[in-house]
């Protein structure tokens, strides 16, 4: 089963050996349950809460915001993944940031773990927070324990609670984002599913959105922790909207052992198979957050290849993606390759600017661009044939080694100029 | 005398005790002149080249682009510079970069040179190139010296000629950026006048413009080189309209020593008034460059305060400037004060959330906005009258020490996306 997506094609999904994907999303996996709950707190005519709830207590692994300024729920998320507590409930709201609010914005935490608690008669240990919207404003703490407790009341294990979650987290995103995966772990059947949001405030530096990931999976803790940190640096960090590196940025795996599966440990076969999974789960929704950027209107993948490291393929990977001027002129359908071997040239990253390779590539075919530095003698007419499909990917060969690495990010319009103007983050 | 200039207000520049704001230029200084000429190289109906010439050979130094991709007349000014000849003309065109053009590109600053030295009467060795526009096209090497032979025809020391050539050089700029000053020197007159042009590509990592100023100082070319390399990080590279660092970026100052002043030695009294004068050049070019990036409706200024070092100052204001949500708020004349603590955070500096005041400034009054790391009970409606102003102050204050830092930049308006989704530069 395919799940049918949004706006960009889902050519690029792997189907990896010992792995399918189905519908769904956090609700995918046994004894997941979700719900969605129009609390008030921004919006007035959409959901703005979301509960993802295990049945069992869940290994908890995070990456947080590398944002020297962290959100409150950020510090409460980090204090209780590193605590060793087992999660049972995760409360997003898509209203209210929780950034830059004090000991008085902390507080609120504890009081939604403990409402949390109460609500799903659970521990208030095994409750993490996520939260993205304006910075800097209190939250309205009884709109959101009454929104707990709608949405303790309204959650089950449906894939439409899933999806209605995914929705429910969105801010700026003009749709919802969740994949499923399912592998085949000593004989069993385990599942690993997610949703995420992005759109605003999206930056290489860390994941900078929202993404919780859900799995009935028995495994260490050590080795969900490791599955996930190993993953973010080629997923949610090689993805930009706009530069921006966000208070807020969280991604949370949860994992309740309710496969039965043979406890999954580090290094193992089964630890591989698991990551290769998470890999397919993750990189399909950081890819949608960037097809996703405010205002977007392409997908744009960058591949920097024949690198002398995977950290020089990833400097000039991101910095191609994160330049205005490369992501206006992909707005453009313009092949202005200047622009892209300029953003390589500040990247940080050192390298022979007569030896580059340039190709663009999409559904309506490739065309190379420059040999060894400068221009070949390409029809302008079809590289712009090519530059305006909804995915298009560049791929800058440097010719130093085998290294390789691919980002993300998406055009540069008008609308995010819109967006951006008004909409107080 | 005060040069009144177009869009800002001059009131920030800074008149210091013996040093006096003159009207003009390139041509400003003695043994100077200029002129522009419409070679027909991008532009059909205006002028696209420039001559700056000096009657006496002068000492030059010069700062360039710190990106590895280097244009062509880039790595021939290096040489030049690095050479010590003495030079005696500048030659510049906005149409074409001369960028990723390989053996052939640098071949054209050869023929620049030659067609110059010939035109001029001078030596090969004297003549400087400076080249904005396309990247990757090739040089139409007969319309460049044909206009040449225009250029030395025409050249005169008048100020109308160095506005002329001012005009010349720019791309997508809306105006002409040109201030000259004196300054007293063992009791001769010292003059130092400049032009410059930004706009598109516009970064801190070095100047990401051009720039070319004259001086009739009699300085050692270790001073000249010295005063400038040492202005260049608090002036061209604290402004920022896009982030990118262009492969053009130069910087060059020429003396020729006609002032008959005696002469001034690194490290002298001289020698500090000189680099105060010069920093006044300096500064007010950058800021024009800042306020008049593309599409910009405002100036925007960006002072961190209170820091332990000029290195964290410099990284926390150049983070705010550069921050596209950041600009998009300015341009919303928002007082989105999340976005600023956001864009600290992710600056690479250390500092504490809790203890940043952040203040805003325009000509229609100065309000806080945070103490302490959260907000005080300001006024909406005043912060937007405040940030309504054509040029806007942001000061944050970190707590920490004394040094600080300025960083220049603009709002980000639909005008940015339309010029650069069609402009093949």
Chains 1, 2 share one sequence.
């Not at 773990?113 to 939250?139: F, H, N, P, R, Y």
């Not at 089950?156 to 700026?172: K, Y």
Request: glycine share 10%.
């Amino acid at each position: 089963m395919k799940k049918i997506s949004q706006h960009l094609s889902d050519s690029s999904i792997k189907e990896e050996k010992n792995m399918d994907i189905i519908k769904g999303g956090v609700t995918a996996a046994k004894g997941f349950e979700a719900a969605a709950a129009a609390a008030g707190i921004k919006y007035k005519d959409r959901t703005d809460m979301a509960l993802v709830y295990s049945q069992a207590p869940c290994e908890a692994a995070g990456t947080f915001t590398q944002n020297v300024v962290k959100a409150a729920p950020v510090k409460w998320d980090q204090k209780v993944v590193k605590s060793g507590s087992k999660v049972q409930a995760v409360i997003v709201n898509s209203g209210i940031a929780n950034a830059c609010t004090g000991a008085e914005g902390y507080g609120y935490c504890e009081d939604t773990a403990v409402a949390a608690a109460e609500a799903l008669g659970i521990s208030g240990d095994g409750v993490v927070i996520g939260s993205t919207g304006v910075i800097g404003k209190q939250i309205p703490i009884e709109k959101l324990t009454a929104g707990i407790k709608v949405l303790a009341e309204k959650k089950n294990d449906s894939l439409e609670n899933g999806t209605q979650a995914a929705r429910a987290i969105m801010t700026t995103d003009t749709f919802e984002k969740e994949l499923a995966v399912t592998l085949k772990v000593g004989g069993k059947t385990v599942t690993i599913g997610g949703m995420a949001k992005g759109s605003g405030m999206i930056h290489p530096n860390m994941c900078t959105m929202l993404a919780f990931i859900t799995t009935d999976a028995d495994i260490t803790k050590e080795a969900l922790q490791k599955a996930l940190s190993g993953d973010v640096d080629d997923t949610y960090n090689m993805i930009s909207v706009d530069g921006d590196t966000s208070t807020n940025d969280t991604v949370l795996l949860l994992a309740n052992g309710l496969a039965g599966n043979p406890q999954i440990r580090y290094g193992s076969e089964d630890y591989k198979a698991f990551a290769e999974a998470l890999h397919v789960v993750n990189e399909y929704l950081a890819k949608k957050i960037a097809g996703d950027g405010e205002g977007a209107t392409a997908l744009f993948e960058v591949k920097a290849v024949g690198c002398e490291s995977t950290e020089q393929a990833r400097l000039l990977a991101k910095s191609i993606v994160c330049s205005n001027l490369t992501k206006t002129a992909i707005a453009g359908h313009d092949a202005n390759w200047g622009r892209i071997l300029c953003a390589m040239g500040y990247s940080g990253a050192q390298f022979d600017p007569e030896k580059v390779d340039l190709f663009f590539e999409s559904r309506a075919g490739k065309i190379q661009i420059i040999e060894n530095g400068t221009a070949v003698d390409y029809s302008e007419a079809e590289a712009t044939k090519i530059l305006s499909e909804p995915e298009v990917t560049a791929t800058a060969d440097v010719k130093l080694g085998s290294s390789s690495a691919t980002a993300w990010g998406c055009d540069l319009t008008h609308g995010y100029i819109e967006i951006n103007a008004d909409y107080r983050s």
